[in-house]
């Protein structure tokens, strides 16, 4: 079974830093999906940014990146430039590659990272 | 991106009454919905995998006598509580499946009190 383990319960940084997440999830497959969800106080899930475990260039997003590191099992967020409006929890979870009448496209979460930015 | 509503937003209800919460993909065709649930400062738990036309699948330890799911249509998924009780009080969180299947769209959620 897939596993996805944040390993920071909290982090804060200070508004404009960097700051990096990290999420290490085990899986048997080759072919997958993973992804960043962040859920402000609203409680809105909102895609940050996704992952093809095919694809070996690290994804990014305005200021959100990756690093993927597909041998280690690893998928680390960084956030650049950080925004009062970061402030939030991060997820990471992990999808399997959907095949025609294969999964059914589940998500896997981890427990989560509250992320503080601090002005 | 793809839209995913919730109603309500939230709700309040008496112990031992039935209270139905909806989840409507709003601009695409949903053949698979996600219901889960979510205790405050905690992860989404996974209850279970509504499919259109079938039953539900539900997540080991879930009481499908308790939480009905019923997925009547491509873009309706409804999840009902029934005579729900305190413990029963908490956040409600449904997704859609989107149309290329390795994405899934949330819904707002909703605050369930059970007094």
């Known amino acids: 079974a897939q596993t996805v383990t944040q390993s920071q319960p909290e982090m804060s940084v200070q508004e404009a830093e960097t700051v990096t997440l990290s999420c290490t999830y085990d899986t048997s497959e080759s072919n997958y999906y993973l992804f960043w969800y962040k859920q402000p106080p609203s409680r809105q899930m909102i895609l940050v940014i996704r992952q093809e475990a095919y694809k070996q260039q690290n994804a990014t997003e305005n200021r959100f990146s990756v690093n993927f590191q597909k041998a280690a099992k690893s998928f680390s967020l960084k956030i650049s430039d950080s925004q009062l409006g970061d402030t939030a929890m991060y997820f990471c979870a992990f999808m399997n590659f959907m095949n025609y009448g294969g999964s059914q496209g589940n998500l896997i979460f981890g427990k989560g990272t509250k992320l503080s930015v601090k002005p | ?115």
Not at chain 2, 68 to 86: D, E
């Open chain 2, 1 to 115: 991106g793809a839209v995913v509503s919730q109603h309500p937003s939230r709700v309040i209800c008496k112990s031992g009454t039935s209270v139905k919460i909806e989840c409507r993909s709003l601009d695409f065709q949903a053949t698979t919905m996600f219901w889960y649930r979510q205790f405050p400062k905690k992860s989404l738990m996974l209850m279970a995998t509504s499919n259109e036309g079938s039953k539900a699948t539900y997540e080991q330890g879930v009481e499908k006598d308790k939480f009905l799911i019923n997925h009547a249509s491509l873009t309706l998924s409804t999840l009902t509580v029934t005579s729900a009780h305190p413990e029963d009080s908490s956040f409600y969180i449904c997704s859609a499946l989107g149309t290329t299947q390795n994405e899934q769209f949330f819904g707002p959620g909703t605050r369930l009190t059970v007094l």
